[in-house]
């Protein structure tokens, strides 16, 4: 199972990003998916999932209303678009699969993650 993030970079306080992530070696609509992000110095934390079906979806309350998770099952992608970044959304996200779907995780598989900066 490989899953490769992309999209990351530098932008400003404000800005948008959008995400995405690849998935393969696994039957995609079987799974969820979310996506993490760890900062510097800190532990990593829930961003926000999406069921297999793509009709639930689920976020951390820090980035509810800012961030929008979705996915295209007939492209085994998953996508996090970013609208409002703030210095504090600055971390390595990843995103990431399961066959149980319970939001905040346990998650099976881990992409190698994206780096976002965003400088004020």
């Known amino acids: 199972v490989q899953l490769q993030a992309s999209g990351g970079g530098l932008v400003q306080a404000g800005d948008s990003l959008r995400l995405s992530c690849a998935a393969s070696g696994l039957t995609f609509s079987r799974y969820h998916m979310g996506w993490f992000r760890q900062a510097a110095g800190k532990e990593r934390e829930f961003v926000a999932s999406?069921?297999?079906?793509?009709?639930?979806?689920y976020y951390a309350d820090s980035v509810k209303g800012l961030f929008t998770i979705s996915r295209d099952n007939a492209k085994n992608m998953v996508y996090l678009q970013m609208n409002s970044l703030k210095p504090e959304d600055t971390a390595i996200y990843y995103c990431?699969?399961?066959?149980?779907?319970?939001?905040?995780?346990?998650?099976?598989?881990w992409g190698q993650g994206t780096l976002v900066t965003v400088s004020s």
């Open positions: 999406i069921h297999r079906s793509g009709i639930m979806t």
């Open positions: 990431a699969a399961a066959s149980i779907y319970v939001r905040t995780g346990p998650y099976e598989y």
